[in-house]
């Protein structure tokens, strides 16, 4: 199973981003996915979750600005996030919900600029 995170990138504060997860060795249709975040220091902060239903959740702290959205067809998981602020700096991973160590990836970057 590899689950492969993309599209980071250096964004200035209240510029989008968006983020694609493609998995790959498994059909993730029946389960839960997340995206997370590490800072450095930090361990894996839980950003948003999405069910097998489309049902949504977010942390408090990217509420109203992040978006998480899937396609099963495309085994891929999205997240859409604007208004972009420095302490979304971060390495953000995908992963399932509860998340398995072994499957956390490299991550792609995102750094927000003041």
């Known amino acids: 199973v590899q689950l492969q995170a993309s599209g980071g990138g250096l964004v200035q504060a209240g510029g989008s981003l968006r983020l694609s997860c493609a998995a790959s060795g498994i059909i993730f249709v029946g389960a839960t996915m997340g995206w997370y975040r590490q800072a450095p220091g930090n361990q894996h902060e839980l950003v948003a979750r999405?069910?097998?239903?489309?049902?949504?959740n977010y942390a408090d702290s990217v509420k109203g600005r992040f978006t998480i959205s899937r396609d099963n067809a495309k085994n891929t998981v999205f997240l859409q996030m604007t208004s972009l602020n420095p302490e979304d700096t971060a390495v953000y991973y995908c992963?399932?919900?509860?998340?398995?160590?072994?499957?956390w990836g490299q991550g792609t970057q995102v750094t927000v600029s003041s």
């Open positions: 999405i069910s097998k239903f489309g049902i949504t």
């Open positions: 992963n399932f919900w509860p998340y398995f160590p072994e499957y």
